[in-house]
Protein backbone atom coordinates (compact mmCIF):
# COMPACT_ATOMS: atom_id res chain seq x y z
CA UNK A 1 0.00 0.00 0.00
CA UNK A 2 1.13 3.22 -0.92
CA UNK A 3 2.18 5.63 2.17
CA UNK A 4 -0.09 8.69 2.47
CA UNK A 5 0.81 12.33 0.88
CA UNK A 6 1.98 14.30 3.99
CA UNK A 7 1.01 17.55 4.33
CA UNK A 8 1.92 20.72 6.90
CA UNK A 9 0.09 23.89 7.65
CA UNK A 10 -0.77 26.02 10.16
CA UNK A 11 -3.94 25.90 12.31
CA UNK A 12 -4.64 29.17 11.41
CA UNK A 13 -8.32 30.07 10.44
CA UNK A 14 -7.73 30.43 6.72
CA UNK A 15 -5.62 27.66 6.23
CA UNK A 16 -7.91 25.17 8.26
CA UNK A 17 -10.90 26.79 6.08
CA UNK A 18 -9.18 26.32 2.75
CA UNK A 19 -7.81 22.61 3.20
CA UNK A 20 -11.03 21.03 5.34
CA UNK A 21 -12.35 19.04 2.63
CA UNK A 22 -9.67 18.02 0.82
CA UNK A 23 -8.24 16.83 4.33
CA UNK A 24 -11.37 14.90 5.16
CA UNK A 25 -11.77 12.98 2.14
CA UNK A 26 -14.54 15.38 0.78
CA UNK A 27 -12.94 16.57 -3.09
CA UNK A 28 -14.35 13.66 -5.49
CA UNK A 29 -10.89 11.23 -6.80
CA UNK A 30 -8.28 13.29 -4.23
CA UNK A 31 -6.57 11.40 -1.96
CA UNK A 32 -6.83 13.01 1.00
CA UNK A 33 -3.15 13.91 3.12
CA UNK A 34 -2.22 12.97 5.85
CA UNK A 35 -1.88 16.58 8.28
CA UNK A 36 0.58 17.70 10.56
CA UNK A 37 -0.31 21.28 12.44
CA UNK A 38 2.59 23.47 12.83
CA UNK A 39 3.23 27.36 13.10
CA UNK A 40 5.06 28.81 10.05
CA UNK A 41 8.80 29.13 11.06
CA UNK A 42 8.21 24.98 11.88
CA UNK A 43 6.82 24.41 8.70
CA UNK A 44 9.47 26.81 6.96
CA UNK A 45 12.26 24.55 9.00
CA UNK A 46 10.60 21.34 7.66
CA UNK A 47 10.77 22.22 4.02
CA UNK A 48 14.41 22.83 4.26
CA UNK A 49 14.77 19.05 5.86
CA UNK A 50 12.82 18.25 2.75
CA UNK A 51 10.85 15.39 4.51
CA UNK A 52 6.76 16.10 3.48
CA UNK A 53 5.33 15.94 -0.16
CA UNK A 54 3.18 19.33 0.80
CA UNK A 55 3.61 22.23 2.89
CA UNK A 56 2.33 25.79 3.66
CA UNK A 57 5.54 27.95 3.96
CA UNK A 58 6.55 32.10 3.92
CA UNK A 59 7.40 33.15 0.54
CA UNK A 60 10.57 34.57 1.94
CA UNK A 61 11.74 30.95 2.73
CA UNK A 62 11.27 30.15 -1.14
CA UNK A 63 14.27 30.82 -2.80
CA UNK A 64 15.87 28.58 -0.35
CA UNK A 65 13.93 25.23 -1.09
CA UNK A 66 12.97 25.66 -4.85
CA UNK A 67 14.95 22.90 -5.96
CA UNK A 68 13.64 20.56 -4.24
CA UNK A 69 9.78 21.61 -4.05
CA UNK A 70 7.34 23.29 -6.83
CA UNK A 71 5.64 26.55 -5.85
CA UNK A 72 2.16 25.39 -6.26
CA UNK A 73 0.18 27.55 -8.52
CA UNK A 74 -3.30 27.73 -5.36
CA UNK A 75 -4.00 27.40 -1.79
CA UNK A 76 -1.76 29.97 -0.38
CA UNK A 77 -2.04 33.55 0.85
CA UNK A 78 -2.07 36.65 -0.97
CA UNK A 79 -3.70 39.77 -0.78
CA UNK A 80 -4.39 43.61 0.15
CA UNK A 81 -4.86 45.68 3.42
CA UNK A 82 -3.42 42.36 5.03
CA UNK A 83 0.30 42.69 5.80
CA UNK A 84 1.97 42.88 9.09
CA UNK A 85 2.36 45.68 11.66
CA UNK A 86 5.01 47.12 13.40
CA UNK A 87 3.14 47.95 17.16
CA UNK A 88 4.63 49.67 19.73
CA UNK A 89 3.37 51.03 23.15
CA UNK A 90 1.39 54.43 23.42
CA UNK A 91 4.12 57.25 23.56
CA UNK A 92 7.04 55.55 22.75
CA UNK A 93 9.09 57.10 20.06
CA UNK A 94 8.70 56.00 16.58
CA UNK A 95 11.68 55.53 15.62
CA UNK A 96 13.17 52.08 15.85
CA UNK A 97 17.07 53.23 15.06
CA UNK A 98 18.78 51.11 17.36
CA UNK A 99 15.83 49.53 19.32
CA UNK A 100 14.65 46.30 20.12
CA UNK A 101 12.19 44.43 18.00
CA UNK A 102 10.37 40.86 18.36
CA UNK A 103 9.69 39.26 15.10
CA UNK A 104 7.84 36.22 14.36
CA UNK A 105 10.35 34.71 12.38
CA UNK A 106 13.69 35.34 10.31
CA UNK A 107 12.22 33.26 7.31
CA UNK A 108 9.15 34.71 7.39
CA UNK A 109 7.98 36.95 4.79
CA UNK A 110 6.75 39.44 7.68
CA UNK A 111 10.40 39.77 8.59
CA UNK A 112 11.28 40.38 4.90
CA UNK A 113 8.80 43.28 4.01
CA UNK A 114 10.06 44.64 7.72
CA UNK A 115 13.31 44.68 6.16
CA UNK A 116 12.40 46.00 2.82
CA UNK A 117 10.28 48.81 5.13
CA UNK A 118 13.06 49.22 7.39
CA UNK A 119 15.55 50.08 4.85
CA UNK A 120 14.37 53.23 3.78
CA UNK A 121 12.16 54.26 7.09
CA UNK A 122 15.10 53.09 9.68
CA UNK A 123 18.07 54.88 7.96
CA UNK A 124 19.93 54.65 10.93
CA UNK A 125 19.62 50.78 11.39
CA UNK A 126 17.03 48.92 13.57
CA UNK A 127 19.19 47.29 17.46
CA UNK A 128 18.79 43.61 18.00
CA UNK A 129 16.03 41.63 16.27
CA UNK A 130 14.72 38.81 18.21
CA UNK A 131 12.22 36.24 16.98
CA UNK A 132 9.40 34.89 19.60
CA UNK A 133 6.22 32.64 18.61
CA UNK A 134 3.84 34.97 17.36
CA UNK A 135 1.40 34.82 20.20
CA UNK A 136 4.18 35.79 22.41
CA UNK A 137 5.00 39.30 20.48
CA UNK A 138 2.30 41.48 21.87
CA UNK A 139 2.48 40.56 25.49
CA UNK A 140 6.56 41.17 25.24
CA UNK A 141 5.75 44.39 23.66
CA UNK A 142 2.89 45.72 26.45
CA UNK A 143 5.29 44.82 29.16
CA UNK A 144 8.01 46.42 28.00
CA UNK A 145 10.41 43.39 27.53
CA UNK A 146 10.97 44.46 23.85
CA UNK A 147 10.67 48.23 22.22
CA UNK A 148 8.25 47.21 19.03
CA UNK A 149 7.07 43.92 17.78
CA UNK A 150 6.01 42.59 14.00
CA UNK A 151 3.10 40.75 14.27
CA UNK A 152 0.86 38.86 11.58
CA UNK A 153 -2.44 37.47 11.35
CA UNK A 154 -5.32 37.60 13.44
CA UNK A 155 -3.10 40.34 15.72
CA UNK A 156 -4.56 42.72 12.97
CA UNK A 157 -7.82 42.76 14.63
CA UNK A 158 -6.59 42.27 18.53
CA UNK A 159 -3.45 44.52 18.85
CA UNK A 160 -5.82 47.14 20.45
CA UNK A 161 -6.59 45.00 23.47
CA UNK A 162 -3.00 44.60 24.85
CA UNK A 163 -3.13 48.55 24.78
CA UNK A 164 -0.63 48.90 21.91
CA UNK A 165 -0.64 51.25 19.11
CA UNK A 166 0.28 50.80 15.24
CA UNK A 167 3.53 52.56 14.38
CA UNK A 168 3.60 50.87 10.70
CA UNK A 169 1.46 48.55 7.99
CA UNK A 170 4.22 46.61 6.27
CA UNK A 171 1.22 45.86 3.65
CA UNK A 172 0.45 49.14 3.17
CA UNK A 173 4.01 50.33 2.64
CA UNK A 174 4.27 47.17 0.07
CA UNK A 175 1.41 48.55 -1.82
CA UNK A 176 2.66 51.73 -2.12
CA UNK A 177 5.64 50.77 -3.40
CA UNK A 178 4.46 48.13 -5.77
CA UNK A 179 0.89 48.13 -6.42
CA UNK A 180 0.65 44.54 -5.88
CA UNK A 181 -1.00 42.15 -3.73
CA UNK A 182 1.15 41.39 -1.12
CA UNK A 183 2.86 37.41 -0.75
CA UNK A 184 2.32 36.28 2.61
CA UNK A 185 2.55 31.84 2.23
CA UNK A 186 3.46 29.53 -0.64
CA UNK A 187 2.25 25.90 -1.11
CA UNK A 188 5.06 24.10 -2.51
CA UNK A 189 5.25 20.13 -3.42
CA UNK A 190 7.82 17.85 -3.97
CA UNK A 191 8.99 17.77 -7.42
CA UNK A 192 9.95 14.06 -7.16
CA UNK A 193 6.17 13.47 -7.23
CA UNK A 194 6.33 14.29 -11.15
CA UNK A 195 4.43 17.34 -13.27
CA UNK A 196 1.11 15.09 -13.71
CA UNK A 197 0.79 14.41 -9.94
CA UNK A 198 1.75 17.80 -9.46
CA UNK A 199 -1.22 19.31 -11.55
CA UNK A 200 -3.30 16.55 -9.79
CA UNK A 201 -2.63 17.86 -6.25
CA UNK A 202 -3.06 22.11 -7.69
CA UNK A 203 -6.70 20.66 -8.99
CA UNK A 204 -7.42 19.10 -5.31
CA UNK A 205 -6.39 22.08 -3.49
CA UNK A 206 -8.50 24.58 -5.67
CA UNK A 207 -11.59 21.79 -5.30
CA UNK A 208 -10.84 22.63 -1.59
CA UNK A 209 -11.26 26.24 -1.83
CA UNK A 210 -14.19 26.22 -3.64
CA UNK A 211 -16.07 23.35 -1.53
CA UNK A 212 -15.23 25.69 1.48
CA UNK A 213 -16.41 28.79 -0.34
CA UNK A 214 -19.72 26.80 -1.52
CA UNK A 215 -20.66 25.27 2.31
CA UNK A 216 -18.71 27.97 5.12
CA UNK A 217 -20.50 25.88 7.73
CA UNK A 218 -19.00 22.43 7.01
CA UNK A 219 -15.30 23.25 8.07
CA UNK A 220 -16.01 25.55 10.87
CA UNK A 221 -15.93 23.09 13.78
CA UNK A 222 -12.80 22.24 12.22
CA UNK A 223 -11.84 25.78 11.82
CA UNK A 224 -12.69 26.61 15.90
CA UNK A 225 -11.14 23.52 17.12
CA UNK A 226 -7.64 24.91 15.89
CA UNK A 227 -7.95 28.59 16.29
CA UNK A 228 -5.93 28.66 19.64
CA UNK A 229 -9.11 30.24 21.76
CA UNK A 230 -10.11 32.76 19.04
CA UNK A 231 -13.49 34.53 19.03
CA UNK A 232 -15.51 32.99 16.33
CA UNK A 233 -16.10 36.74 14.73
CA UNK A 234 -12.13 37.12 14.52
CA UNK A 235 -11.57 33.67 12.68
CA UNK A 236 -14.19 34.63 10.27
CA UNK A 237 -12.21 38.10 9.60
CA UNK A 238 -9.02 36.12 9.25
CA UNK A 239 -10.90 33.84 6.42
CA UNK A 240 -12.25 36.75 5.05
CA UNK A 241 -8.83 38.69 5.00
CA UNK A 242 -6.88 35.78 3.34
CA UNK A 243 -8.80 33.13 1.72
CA UNK A 244 -9.42 35.17 -1.75
CA UNK A 245 -9.09 34.97 -5.46
CA UNK A 246 -5.33 34.18 -5.17
CA UNK A 247 -5.99 31.58 -2.98
CA UNK A 248 -7.96 29.91 -5.97
CA UNK A 249 -5.49 30.37 -8.41
CA UNK A 250 -2.11 32.75 -8.27
CA UNK A 251 -2.19 34.54 -11.90
CA UNK A 252 0.00 37.09 -13.19
CA UNK A 253 -0.83 39.22 -10.52
CA UNK A 254 -0.03 37.17 -8.19
CA UNK A 255 3.15 35.86 -9.54
CA UNK A 256 3.91 38.94 -10.78
CA UNK A 257 3.79 39.90 -7.01
CA UNK A 258 5.92 37.11 -6.17
CA UNK A 259 8.64 37.98 -8.62
CA UNK A 260 8.71 41.15 -7.59
CA UNK A 261 8.93 40.26 -3.76
CA UNK A 262 11.92 37.64 -4.10
CA UNK A 263 13.96 40.24 -6.47
CA UNK A 264 13.23 43.46 -4.05
CA UNK A 265 14.55 40.76 -1.44
CA UNK A 266 17.67 39.24 -3.52
CA UNK A 267 18.53 43.23 -4.40
CA UNK A 268 18.98 44.13 -0.68
CA UNK A 269 20.70 40.84 0.06
CA UNK A 270 18.07 39.25 2.45
CA UNK A 271 17.83 35.88 -0.21
CA UNK A 272 19.18 34.26 -2.76
CA UNK A 273 18.19 35.02 -6.12
CA UNK A 274 15.41 33.51 -7.88
CA UNK A 275 15.91 32.77 -11.92
CA UNK A 276 11.77 33.11 -13.19
CA UNK A 277 11.44 29.37 -14.21
CA UNK A 278 12.05 28.10 -11.04
CA UNK A 279 8.59 29.79 -9.94
CA UNK A 280 6.84 27.96 -13.27
CA UNK A 281 4.40 24.92 -12.77
CA UNK A 282 4.95 22.30 -14.55
CA UNK A 283 2.93 22.06 -17.87
CA UNK A 284 1.42 19.00 -19.27
CA UNK A 285 4.43 18.78 -21.92
CA UNK A 286 6.77 18.29 -18.58
CA UNK A 287 5.43 14.78 -18.03
Not at 176 to 192: E, F, Q, V
Request: charge should be negative; aromatic fraction near 8%; include cysteine.
Amino acid sequence: MAEPLRIAYSPCPNDTFTFHAWAHGLVPGAEAPEVTFADIDVTNSLAEDGELDILKISYAALPWVLDEYALLPCGGALGRGCGPLVLTRPGADGDLTGKVVAVPSERSTAYLLFRLWAATAVPGGLGEVVVLPFHEIMPAVRDGRVEAGLVIHEARFTYQNYGLVKLADMGEAWEAATGLPIPLGAIIAKRSLGAARLRELAAAVRASVRAAWADPAASREYVLAHAQELDPAVADQHIALYVNEFTAELGEEGYAAVRALLARAAAEGLVPAVPPEALAFPSTDQD
